[in-house]
């Protein structure tokens, strides 16, 4: 009788015959949990091998560093990441150009356009569409790759060889992604700056003087350092929630490709996490912000 | 040297004919109703849940920002005029956006693509059905359908969440928040974010229709196909954004 059951419980596809349903949710929440412990796992050992990427594995680190920033395939030919998330950004200010300028002259204030940049530029703006960028490009680009070589046995054929697959793989793709961010990032800032800019004064016949005086007033550096390290931390997060996905892709051509969602919908939400909980430890509840000085 | 400046014309010239061909095939019978039903369902199903959790840090942060704003020029009993501005104009749509462009646009592409490469369209244009009709518009209309009901979704959750975040952590009175929510916000606005998320919804879903048919080589094409889908659905959607908020600023004066 005990070895019957033991057997049934063995074989996972067969149903059993009492609370099947039960049962059956019990182990897609043990299966849940079990996940957590192996992407936490994962993430460990990428941070572990972190030193091997420096060492060890230098010029693949370089070769991705060139790659990320312009990008491979059809996205080389359109710029890579650095056209990308400039575009994105640059809409992005204008949007707030558009919304904020036509709000503020609704009250008679749209003198402080130059304020609303300085603020919502580099407080939202910039951090978190440079995040969405990131995870659009590098992110999905690199479980593209590392699917691709998990579905061709090229990550197997690595090991056969003797190469540390997870400090060849994906601890290189975390140094380059934090690598490539800082240059992206003052890409994106500059250009949803420009954008608001550009739109303010020329779209809408705002004096340049009023707009930058307004500006300069109110654009804190301090601000800039802490949306900055807000990127950093959301680049180390996106990069390694991507690679998890694309290292253990399972499934043909379409699990790579479902892959790369499921990797693009939890690194965005995740990203936004981290901005909501910088942005509360950093400004606090009073916001860190004076606007008569 | 000439081919690689080719190439993204082409693909933007093949884009629009699929985009024309999608249009056509819309009136034409049979209508692929059972897939339509199935697309959005599927739809749906994927994007509800990463919805609700992006729609919380995104409310969160906005309103946060906002209610800083107007309690240093203490007006802070405007702030649900502030959250209501600025998650039923943009945070909504944009959020909606993000959510169908990385979980439904995904999924579609990498099922149109690993049909592709396994030839099953053609096999389907063999037979006689026209795959446009068969495959790509109800993914198109469904797409359409989930992102303007999930649109009302991400509004209703973000005020709720904003009204939760301000009063219980930045001491708004409540019934100040609720009555400030149509100050600066009416029927123009909420017709605009309506429609933009539909447009949305449309975009992403034949830019990943396209990206999926125009598929090829293994694994890797389909990863990479994936890829720019949620790339250039994310520029193009930024791109409407743009100019679909700039229309409504206009329409509502």
């Known amino acids: ?293 | 040297m000439t081919d690689t400046a080719k190439k993204p014309v082409r693909a933007v010239g093949s884009f629009y004919a699929l985009s024309l061909d999608t249009l056509l095939a819309i009136p034409r019978r049979p209508f692929a109703w059972r897939e339509l039903v199935v697309q959005t369902w599927f739809v749906a199903r994927v994007s509800l849940a990463p919805t609700l959790m992006l729609v919380v840090p995104f409310t969160v942060l906005t309103v946060f920002i906002v209610n800083i704003l107007l309690t240093e020029i203490g007006a802070a009993d405007y702030s649900g005029s502030g959250a209501a501005l600025a998650i039923v104009t943009q945070t909504g749509p944009v959020v909606t956006v993000l959510v169908v462009a990385g979980a439904a646009a995904t999924a579609m592409c990498a099922d149109l693509g690993a049909r592709t490469i396994r030839e099953e369209l053609d096999a389907l244009r063999v037979m006689g059905i026209n795959p446009i009709q068969a495959l790509v518009v109800p993914r198109v209309i469904a797409a359409t359908i989930v992102a303007l009901l999930l649109n009302g979704c991400v509004t209703i959750f973000g005020l709720a969440g904003g009204f939760l975040f301000s009063v219980t952590f930045q001491h708004v009175t409540p019934g100040a928040y609720a009555g400030g929510l149509t100050l600066l916000i009416g029927l123009a606005e909420v017709a605009t974010a309506t429609v933009k998320s539909a447009l949305f919804g449309m975009s992403a879903a034949l830019i990943a229709c396209y990206k999926g048919i125009a598929v090829g080589g293994g694994p890797q094409g389909v990863g990479n196909a994936v890829n720019e889908t949620v790339v250039f659905s994310f520029m193009a959607l930024f791109l409407i954004n743009v100019v679909a908020t700039g229309v409504g600023v206009e329409v509502a004066k």
Not at chain 1, 146 to 175: F, H, K, P, Q
Not at chain 1, 180 to 204: D, K, N, Q
């Open chain 1, 1 to 293: 009788m005990m070895a019957t059951l033991k057997g049934r419980r063995a074989m996972a596809a067969a149903p059993s015959t009492q609370f099947y349903r039960i049962k059956q949710a019990g182990d897609k929440l043990v299966d849940g949990f079990n996940q957590l412990g192996r992407q936490a796992n994962f993430y460990a050992s990428t941070l572990r091998s972190l030193g091997d990427a420096f060492v060890r594995y230098k010029g693949e680190t370089i070769r991705l560093l060139a790659q990320m920033g312009l990008g491979s395939g059809a996205l080389a030919l359109i710029g890579g990441a650095t056209v990308v998330i400039g575009f994105l950004t640059f809409a992005g200010g204008t949007v707030i150009a558009i919304q904020g300028y036509s709000t503020l002259s609704g009250i008679g204030v749209e003198a402080l356009s130059g304020f609303v940049s300085a603020f919502v530029n580099v407080r939202i703006v910039a951090p978190l569409v440079a995040a969405i960028g990131l995870a659009a490009t590098i992110g999905a680009g690199a479980t593209a790759q590392l699917g691709a070589m998990r579905i061709n046995e090229e990550i197997d054929a690595l090991e056969v060889m003797g190469i540390r697959s997870v400090a060849y793989l994906t601890s290189t793709r975390l140094v380059a992604g934090v690598i490539v961010v800082v240059p992206l990032f003052c890409v994106a800032v500059i250009m949803a700056v420009v954008g608001t800019r550009l739109s303010v004064t020329m779209t809408y016949g705002q004096s340049t003087g009023a707009y930058d005086h307004y500006f300069k007033t109110f654009l804190n550096p301090l601000d800039l350092i802490w949306s900055f390290l807000q990127v950093l931390f959301m680049a180390i997060v996106i990069m390694l929630i991507h690679t998890y996905y694309g290292f253990t892709a399972t499934g043909g051509p379409v699990g790579v490709g479902e892959a790369v969602g499921r990797a693009t919908r939890t690194s965005l939400i995740m990203a936004s996490f981290v901005t909501v909980a910088v942005s509360l430890a950093v400004y606090g509840q009073n916001g860190n912000f004076h606007l008569s000085g």
